[in-house]
């Protein structure tokens, strides 16, 4: 399994001297969380964006790197905005891997249980689930990407069926 990093509201810190929510360019967070598993987990950090800046180019870079990965399961840590975008431009790529985005709609830094939670429901899914596909894992809820998406209205993601 290899856990893909591209940054997203899951990894914002608090800038003091700017004053704003920054995405850094380490993958402290995803350590931080997988401190707690008992099992060593290969990890890449790419593009480190919020995904409203996230573009093709971008995409074109992770589905590169799955292509070229030895592993068939991925879990991509994504912002929320444009996640179901990846997912969908993903999906119509890969049908022999299994691959799940997760993040979540605040920063680790200020609440640590959702982010903690959809990377744990992601990593355990990964480990049960035995059909290859692009999932969503957001809210508890982890689903085929054609039947969830981010409600805005509500800010929180769920079926679409």
Do not use: W
Not at 54 to 72: F, T, Y
């Amino acid at each position: 399994m290899l856990i893909l990093n591209s940054g997203g509201t899951f990894n914002k810190r608090y800038n003091p001297l700017s004053g704003e929510l920054e995405i850094p360019y380490d993958n402290e967070v995803v350590d931080k969380i997988l401190q707690s598993a008992d099992f060593d987990y290969d990890l890449a950090g790419v593009v480190y964006k919020d995904s409203l800046e996230m573009d093709m180019n971008d995409r074109k870079m992770l589905a590169s790197i799955i292509m070229e990965s030895k592993d068939d399961t991925f879990i991509i840590v994504h912002g929320t905005d444009t996640m179901n975008i990846t997912a969908e431009f993903l999906s119509e790529i890969f049908d022999d891997r299994k691959i799940i985005l997760t993040g979540s709609m605040n920063p680790f830094e200020i609440d640590n249980v959702e982010a903690s939670l959809n990377l744990g429901i992601a990593i355990g899914f990964a480990k049960a689930e035995t059909k290859n596909g692009v999932y969503i894992c957001m809210n508890g809820l982890v689903e085929s990407c054609q039947n969830i998406a981010k409600n805005r209205a509500l800010g929180k993601f769920e079926l679409v069926k």
